[in-house]
């Protein structure tokens, strides 16, 4: 449908008209800014927690958690050099190998959703599969933060509040 | 020729002024949109519909995904 808006404003006048090809969907599952009645709920993207601290693949995880402790934190997610979410340490991971590098101890490939998800089924699975905590990315796969269930439940239950319902 | 834009080239053309054009339905639009967007379904688009466009600035449509 946009490429086709797009040479009708031309045929209309414009001279310089942009198709954003990818869409709505792309835009969103990026976490950018979106307005309209379904952005009274929160997503994914709107609740996750920034600040989540990140290491590189090379990283030794002693250092890792000392940092990761030092901000009060208990995960680190793992990047590589472009900034993608390569891996999660956590738990056991990030007590037990000191010397060990970040990439030999991580949880490989850890599952993402994207910042668009939308909070009430996302909140149904998580509460039916005991999850606590998920890494939530871009459609690129850099790290926007991690939502915290807790933290989607009480977003949840303001915008209930909210619409009276 | 209207020219393609990605997602990493959409913002900075955003910042630097274009105008965002949802092409979507009405209904669409106010259930969801880009922030700042405004809204021209394709199938309205005459010369009356887009008189509050600024012709003078980039203009950027989009509808759901790449179809």
């Known amino acids: 449908m946009s490429p086709r808006a797009a040479w009708r404003l031309e045929r209309l006048g414009f001279r310089e008209v942009y198709d954003f090809v990818p869409g709505k969907m792309a835009w969103l599952a990026m976490g950018w800014p979106r307005e309209g009645t379904a952005a009274r709920v929160p997503n994914a993207g709107e609740v996750a927690r920034r600040g989540t601290p990140t290491c590189v693949l090379e990283d030794l995880v002693g250092d890792v958690r000392d940092t990761v402790l030092a901000v009060g934190r208990h995960v680190c997610i793992v990047v590589n050099d472009a900034g993608i979410v390569e891996g999660r340490l956590r738990g056991s991971a990030l007590e037990e190998t000191p010397e060990a590098t970040a990439e030999e101890a991580m949880e490989i490939g850890p599952t993402t959703i994207r910042p668009s998800e939308p909070l009430e089924p996302l909140v149904e699975r998580m509460q039916q599969r005991g999850v606590r905590t998920i890494v939530v990315s871009d459609l690129k796969g850099h790290l926007v933060g991690i939502l915290y269930r807790e933290d989607a439940e009480r977003a949840l239950e303001a915008a209930r509040e909210h619409d009276g319902s | ?67």
């Open chain 2, 1 to 67: 020729m209207p020219k393609e834009v990605a997602i990493d080239g959409v913002r900075s053309l955003v910042d630097d002024g274009a105008q965002l054009v949802d092409v979507l339905p009405e209904a669409e639009y106010q259930e969801e949109h880009l922030a700042g967007a405004i809204n021209i379904p394709l199938k309205r688009m005459t010369e009356d519909a887009v008189a509050r466009l600024d012709r003078d600035r980039p203009v950027i449509v989009y509808c759901w995904d790449y179809q």
